[in-house]
């Protein structure tokens, strides 16, 4: 039995089983004001890296397991909670993005803007600059 993973189907349900797109653009549209434009976008871009054909699926499967982290409703650090609320997803999503770096280029970068931008309004992604 091998531990290649060859679909995201083969990664650890505990966070992959919150993943799914609609509740990806779900979370993501709601969380704006209290997770921060910065988590947001950083989430965006993992988002489009998962979309490229050349990123290796085990780096898809760790982008899977961090965005179902921030998808999830359970995590250590409940989202509600003022200030620390987004301290875990930002560091899983970051730990994603470490992961996924060499695939982050400026067309996943201006996919991110543009979907902000898209979302919440022209010239929202400005506040990134």
Same mark, same amino acid.
């Given at each position: ?35 921060? $434009? ?17 990123? /290796?699926? @085990?780096?898809?499967? @760790?982008?899977?397991?961090?965005? @179902? ?8 650090? /409940? ?19 470490? $992961? ?30």
């Amino acid at each position: 039995m091998s531990n290649e993973i060859r679909s995201v189907d083969d990664i650890d349900p505990k966070y992959a089983r919150n993943y799914s797109e609609d509740s990806f653009w779900d979370k993501v549209k709601s969380v704006l004001k209290s997770a921060g $434009l910065p988590l947001i976008y950083k989430a965006l871009q993992l988002f489009y890296v998962m979309q490229r054909p050349d990123c /290796p699926m @085990g780096i898809k499967a @760790g982008i899977v397991a961090a965005l @179902g982290y921030f998808i999830s409703p359970i995590d250590i650090i /409940p989202d509600f909670i003022p200030v620390l609320g987004f301290t875990d997803d930002l560091m899983a999503v970051g730990a994603a993005l470490v $992961l996924a770096q060499m695939y982050v280029d400026e067309g996943v970068k201006r996919q991110a803007r543009a979907k902000i931008d898209d979302i919440f309004g022209a010239g929202t992604s400005r506040e990134l600059d």
